[in-house]
Nanobody
């Protein structure tokens, strides 16, 4: 069983930055795809970015050029550096991991961007 715990969310002004972390325990994530999703109030959960075990990265168009995903396999941790944040980025951010990239889920961390 894999446990994922997100951290780093908070309140930031538009144009600011935040760095989210997702710490994993239970097993190594070295061979898994890891993904960030987000869910804004009243909206469906949406894909943000993923990174495969080979290092292949895929971004949603809405965050391309502003967000950067990275992973530290030695620390079993996933990161999301978010720059140039916009009010539309306000959401609960979830990390997920697994063979499909969404087999195991964290509990989420709130990101609020004020205008």
């Amino acid at each position: 069983q894999v446990q994922l715990v997100e951290s780093g969310g908070g309140l930031v002004q538009a144009g600011g930055s935040l760095r989210l972390s997702c710490a994993a325990s239970g097993r190594t994530l070295r061979s898994y795809t890891m993904t960030w999703f987000r869910q804004a109030p009243g909206k469906e959960r949406e894909f943000v970015v993923s990174i495969s075990w080979t290092g292949y990265i895929r971004y949603a168009n809405s965050v391309k050029g502003r967000f950067t995903i990275s992973r530290d396999n030695a620390k079993n941790t996933l990161y999301l550096q978010m720059n140039s944040l916009e009010p539309d980025d306000t959401a609960v951010y979830y990390c997920a991991a697994g063979p499909t990239g969404s087999d195991y889920w964290g509990q989420g961390t709130q990101v609020t961007v004020s205008s």
